[in-house]
């Protein structure tokens, strides 16, 4: 073959291999929490998983650290696009419809992908690798469930096709909620995560202990109907968009990491109870289950996130005390 046939088919397959990667991305629907949203949900987990539960993910992730997957679910979309529907979820509603069920315009979403993932965990005859993965898409579709624009609005392309202008950046809704806002703030990922497990100690945690994954997806499609799409004529989103929005991301990402701590713990700590006001009032928990909950948290925390977790463990014995 002569050195111009070469060079000819050479140009031709690399145009149509850059092609097709170009296609993919412009097709795929949504994209995902940026990298430091999943990990700070991830992050956030881990420290509220109780040690039985941190011994048995280690050695499923086998080296790997729960903070270093939660992002491996978008690295291989390109190369498994079966996964890829499970990234989102769409609901066919208006921004006048927040009552009732909204109807779900696919039966493949993130929803059944967090129920057949969590299967999959839980079976006795799974390989190790089989259990890997299935950890792996559950950290992460636990962040995409808590972001509003991946349980958003058929027909907007999860706010990828809603053009604006945010703080003079040209770009488009869904990469405002993914990473735009996350980075105005201008934290480091560690001051961030401090930030973060700070309003957990204050979060209520009884109030957010419902597994009902469509329940968390409808959630998040009212927040994007109620708070990401409501954006001014001219799309132009400043200080004032920002402002009303950057509690609710935080907010999302504590409550995605609470939610993927509880399910874990519920999974692989055959000890796990949870406390709730209720029960600690009703006596299902004695002083020494109390004390060996603080023993474990110390024996794996720094002293100050040990004492963060038993006070936030007591701290709804102690408001509803404070209120009868």
Same mark, same amino acid.
Request: proline share 2%; hydrophobic share 35%.
């Given at each position: ?62 080296? =790997? ?9 978008? $690295?291989?979309?390109?190369? $498994? *696009? ?20 909204? =109807? ?12 057949? +993932?969590?299967?999959?965990?839980? $079976? ?13 898409? %559950?950290? !992460? ?5 808590? /972001?509003? %624009? !991946? ?13 604006? *202008? ?16 996350? *980075? ?7 001051? &961030?995560?401090?930030? %973060? ?7 209520? /945690? ?22 990401? +799409?409501?954006?001014?004529?001219? !799309? ?35 000890? +796990? ?11 299902? !928990? ?10 474990? &948290? ?13 006070? $936030? %463990? ?5 408001? *509803?005390?404070?209120?009868?």
């Amino acid at each position: 073959m002569n050195k111009f046939k070469c060079n000819f088919i050479s140009e031709f397959l690399f145009i149509k291999l850059f092609g097709a990667v170009i296609l993919t991305f412009i097709s795929s629907p949504v994209i995902s929490w940026s990298a430091l949203g999943h990990e700070l949900t991830a992050r956030i987990a881990y420290e509220l998983m109780t040690p039985d539960t941190r011994l048995e993910v280690d050695k499923i992730l086998n080296g =790997e650290s729960f903070e270093s997957v939660s992002t491996w679910a978008d $690295r291989i979309k390109i190369d $498994r *696009k079966e996964t890829e529907y499970f990234h989102y979820i769409n609901f066919i509603a208006t921004k006048t419809a927040l009552t009732g069920k909204p =109807e779900t315009t696919s039966p493949k979403n993130v929803v059944s992908g967090i129920v057949l +993932y969590k299967d999959i965990l839980q $079976r006795s005859n799974a390989s190790s690798q089989e259990k890997k993965e299935a950890l792996s898409f %559950l950290i !992460h579709f636990f962040g995409d469930i808590h /972001q509003p %624009l !991946h349980n958003s609005l058929d027909g907007t392309n999860g706010g990828n096709d809603i053009k604006v *202008k945010f703080f003079n950046e040209e770009t488009n809704l869904h990469k405002v909620w993914d990473n735009l806002l996350l *980075k105005q703030a201008g934290f480091s990922k560690e001051e &961030y995560f401090q930030n %973060l497990m700070n309003m957990c100690k204050d979060f209520d /945690q009884n109030s957010i202990r419902n597994e009902n994954y469509m329940d968390w997806a409808l959630e998040s499609n009212q927040i994007a109907l109620t708070k990401g +799409y409501d954006i001014t004529p001219d !799309h132009v989103l400043g200080k004032t968009y920002y402002e009303n929005n950057i509690p609710v991301i935080n907010q999302r990402l504590v409550t995605g990491g609470i939610h993927l701590a509880q399910m874990l713990n519920k999974v692989f700590d055959k000890k +796990y109870q949870e406390v709730t006001a209720d029960n600690l009032l009703s006596g299902n !928990h004695d002083q020494t289950s109390i004390l060996s909950m603080l023993f474990q &948290y110390l024996a794996t925390d720094s002293l100050s996130m040990a004492l963060i977790k038993f006070e $936030r %463990l007591l701290s709804p014995n102690t408001s *509803k005390n404070q209120t009868q």
